[in-house]
T-cell receptor, first 113, second 114 residues
Framework: KNQVEQSPQSLIILEGKNCTLQ??????????LRWYKQDTGRGPVSLTI?????NTKSNGRYTATLDADTKQSSLHITASQLSDSASYIC????????????FGQGTTLQVKP | EPEVTQTPSHQVTQMGQEVILRCVPI?????FYWYRQILGQKVEFLVS????????KSEIFDDQFSVERPDGSNFTLKIRSTKLEDSAMYFC????????????FGPGTRLTVT
């Protein structure tokens, strides 16, 4: 069954600290992996997209890694800010051109002053 | 910057009633999607729409659901006879191309079925 699992479920860090979120997927075939940020009550906003041939991609203070062999990805947030408090969702696009996305449960990040 | 818009932001309806959720995708986009997120759960794919027809749908998208692009700008999701379990946040998304393209999500419509 195509699944996307994330850990930890939730995380609390102090402002200015770094953190790393994990994602494991069993989606096959695999086309690309995305990380989204979702604020409470809002739609997801894309942070990164990586195809199977890419193993790292950065977007400002966000850096995503991908290991397509082990089917693992991580999202590293550097120098966290209060505005980083949100849910971070790992999303996989399997195959085909329809664009159907498979979502993980998300990691809820809380950044405290 | 162009964005996907959705109306209404919150819809309350009684069980058994029909609801129509509306979306205006980004103007030059070709692929359109509906997703839903039940409170506290993961976002789930409902349906994708391209070239005026459904290209893929999930098992959630049963005969009670339908989608339509009635004109060049709107994309709608209709639920014919709502159930309590249809209560969720419904997100519309659009993209310029197929699978590897960025999907832009709207702010969502919160549907509450009582």
């Amino acid at each position: 069954k195509n699944q996307v699992e994330q850990s930890p479920q939730s995380l609390i860090i102090l402002e200015g600290k770094n953190c790393t979120l994990q994602c494991n997927y069993t989606v096959s075939p695999f086309s690309n992996l995305r990380w989204y940020k979702q604020d409470t009550g809002r739609g997801p906003v894309s942070l990164t997209i990586m195809t199977f041939s890419e193993n790292t991609k950065s977007n400002g203070r966000y850096t995503a890694t991908l290991d397509a062999d082990t089917k693992q990805s991580s999202l590293h947030i550097t120098a966290s800010q209060l505005s980083d408090s949100a849910s971070y969702i790992c999303v996989v696009h399997g195959s085909g051109n329809t664009g159907k996305l498979i979502f993980g449960q998300g990691t809820t990040l809380q950044v405290k002053p | 910057e162009p964005e996907v818009t959705q109306t209404p932001s919150h819809q309350v309806t009684q069980m058994g009633q029909e609801v129509i959720l509306r979306c205006v995708p980004i103007s030059n986009h070709l692929y359109f999607y509906w997703y839903r997120q039940i409170l506290g759960q993961k976002v789930e794919f409902l349906v994708s729409f391209y070239n005026n027809e459904i290209s893929e749908k999930s098992e959630i998208f049963d005969d009670q659901f339908s989608v339509e692009r009635p004109d060049g700008s709107n994309f709608t999701l209709k639920i014919r006879s709502t159930k309590l379990e249809d209560s969720a946040m419904y997100f519309c998304a659009s993209t310029a191309g197929g699978g590897s393209y960025e999907q832009y999500f709207g702010p969502g419509t919160r549907l509450t079925v009582t």
